[in-house]
């Protein structure tokens, strides 16, 4: 507790205000005694408020020292904390994983670099390097961080980043994206396409949008040695023939009608995947020219008149098979039947692992339970990964599907695309997970999964 005022000092004065105010009171007039008295109580009272002066000084004295204290006490505890954190830091996990796990981690986390985003957390190389002088170091000694690059075409890039990224990126192939459609090109696209065509001997892959932009590029390119996947939103044409010397190229998605194949000087027998945005299903023609195909994927916006293919086309490397269906838009005049129809009738797939069918709300077509399942036999593959999207389909009519397919280890099955609730259940015990929104299937489905999977039931 602190000393009193008066703890260090000893007043001469004894103040006594009512004595004082008692006396101004009665004693008044030219023969009012008492001058000396009250002189002398003066300088006792001056020589008071010069001891409280001093006093007071010296206490300010105290406290400005005392203040001063606590100043550097809260300096020395933030200080203490800082450096409490650091050792703290010093402990970290992290600290302790060797170089090549923590670029493995970069590698893992960082997708592609948006670089007209203008927004740092959409580049995560150049987020990653800011984060201390280590990941600093290491980032800009991992050039495979800096290749993953995106520009949108509807935006102005800052070129300042991009050729920072492209300094960074060394010699190492580039995975390229030029989102948003641009009809007609400003000087800027212009310099984006001169700068990228210049290194076109490092595209690993090439995903553009709008057909200027990528006829610019190619025209500002020259070799395409390190080139394996090309994607392409719209058709097919000869000025692809640049592409013929490109021996690393193997994931092509584009538009083309296979009943108007044209003659091309494209490798389409290296092929190994493939992604067609439009159909006329002349499948004998596409097998023919794509006979390494591993990985085929009908995305379709536009059907054309269905044809199948007589006799059957067998798609002997085809492992995954995906068909992306609309609603109902078509190309041309009406199909004569169901695409899935025609695909089941037209192919056969030994090697098939994985089959995949989406389709979008609205979608009129009845399940033909006999087409997929005359394809399931026909081609006896062993099918482990089934997926059907927003297709109808009874109880009985998926029952029946399962019996079809004693190698089954995933199963989806979602029944539309508004539907929040799904449900994950183990379906036997060769499989794994399974997605069901039905109730009612489950007592039936698993009564029928136990059989199918006793040993001797095949």
């Known amino acids: 507790m602190a000393p009193p005022l008066t703890a260090n000092i000893q007043l001469r004065t004894n103040v006594d205000f009512s004595d004082a105010r008692r006396r101004l009171r009665l004693e008044y007039g030219p023969a009012s005694p008492f001058e000396s ?73 960082c997708d592609t670099n948006e670089l007209t985003s203008r927004r740092l957390q959409t580049m995560p190389a150049l987020l990653l390097s800011h984060v201390c002088l280590r990941w600093k170091e290491l980032a800009s000694a ?157 995305d379709l916006a536009t059907i054309g008149r269905n044809t199948g293919c007589e006799p ?15 609603a109902r838009i078509m190309y041309g005049r009406e199909p004569d039947e169901s695409l899935l129809d025609v695909i089941f009738a037209s192919i056969t797939c030994p ?27 026909r081609s006896s593959f062993h099918l482990t990964t089934l997926s059907i999207k927003f297709i109808p389909l009874s109880d009985l009519d998926l029952i029946d599907l399962l019996c079809h397919l004693p190698s089954l280890l995933h199963l989806t099955i979602r029944e539309s695309k508004t539907s929040s609730s799904q449900k994950s259940y183990n379906i036997g015990s060769h499989a794994s997970f399974a997605w069901f929104p039905l109730y009612s299937l489950h007592r039936n489905l698993f009564s029928t999964c136990s059989k199918i999977t006793e040993p001797g039931a095949w």
Not at 37 to 56: A, G, H, P, Y
Not at 317 to 323: D, I, S
Not at 351 to 377: A, Q
């Open 351 to 377: 090697s098939l692992k994985s089959l995949l069918i989406e389709v979008d709300n609205g979608y009129k077509e009845s399940w033909n339970k006999d087409e997929l399942n005359s394809f399931i036999t």
């Open 37 to 109: 008295e009250i002189s002398k109580t003066l300088m006792d009272v001056d020589n008071d408020l010069k001891d409280c002066d001093t006093e007071l000084n010296r206490i300010q004295s105290e406290i400005n020292r005392l203040q001063a204290r606590v100043v550097f006490l809260h300096n020395q505890h933030r200080r203490l904390e800082k450096y409490k954190t650091c050792l703290f830091s010093l402990r970290a996990p992290i600290r302790k994983l060797p170089n090549e796990i923590v670029l493995r981690i970069f590698d893992h986390t």
């Open 312 to 326: 059957t086309v067998t798609a002997q490397m085809v492992e995954r098979l995906e068909l992306i269906l609309p």
């Open 142 to 298: 991992y050039p495979e961080l800096w290749c993953r690059i995106c520009i949108r075409m509807d935006r102005l890039p800052s070129f300042t980043i991009l050729d920072f990224y492209l300094h960074s990126s060394q010699q190492f192939p580039l995975i390229l994206e030029f989102p948003g459609k641009v009809e007609l090109l400003k000087p800027h696209h212009l310099t984006l396409c001169a700068t990228f065509g210049a290194r076109s001997n490092q595209w690993k892959s090439l995903e553009v949008q709008s057909p200027p932009v990528f006829q610019t590029l190619i025209a500002n390119s020259a070799h395409f040695s390190m080139l394996e996947k090309l994607s392409l939103e719209y058709w097919f044409d000869s000025s692809m023939d640049c592409f013929q010397n490109a021996s690393n190229l193997q994931s092509l998605t584009v538009w083309i009608d296979l009943e108007i194949f044209p003659s091309s000087n494209f490798p389409w027998t290296q092929l190994t995947q493939l992604v067609i945005h439009h159909c006329n299903p002349r499948l004998d023609v596409l097998f023919g020219i794509c006979p390494n195909l591993k990985d085929l994927t009908f």
